[in-house]
């Protein structure tokens, strides 16, 4: 099965924010229109990581973790489907993101924009999503094929100390 963990360091708590944000996609699938799901269906898009990695984002900034940054660096470009199916429960998922799907295959990102901004927010509903608030020795473990999180920045001058492990998995079909 492939997941990842994140442990809170045992030092002094983030005092200021830095909580994490998990949203189910495949609830946000089962809450979209059959027409949406059938227009979605067989689709791929493009994802890379130029809006996170290397150095025109400025990113390593605000990370304790380092992205290369050096003039050597190039994006990461693969496709994906719009809608993974998990691989051990059957159920449909939607698989987009804002840090990494950038366009649909076979359209330019100012016509993918609008439906992609559309999914976005329909993975992201409230009743979507779970927040962890960390403390020391804080461990979660969940399931990228079907969920995804982001960490929220809102601890500008203090520490979010944290340690990942991710496993390996399958590729998403």
Known sequence: MFHDTLRASPAEPCRAGGDTLFADQQGAWDLLSDGMKETLSGMRAVHNDTRVAGPAT????LRSTRNREDDAWRPTESLHPVVRTHPETGRKGLFVNRAYTIRFEG???????????????????????????WEPGTLTLW????LKHAAINDYSGHRRDMRRIQIEGDRPS
Do not use: K, Q
């Open 58 to 61: 400025n990113f390593n900034a």
């Open 143 to 146: 399931d990228n094929r079907c």
């Open 107 to 133: 359209m330019t990102e100012a016509e993918s924009t609008p439906l992609l901004d559309y999914l976005y927010a329909a993975g992201e509903r409230v009743e979507l999503t779970c927040r962890i608030s």
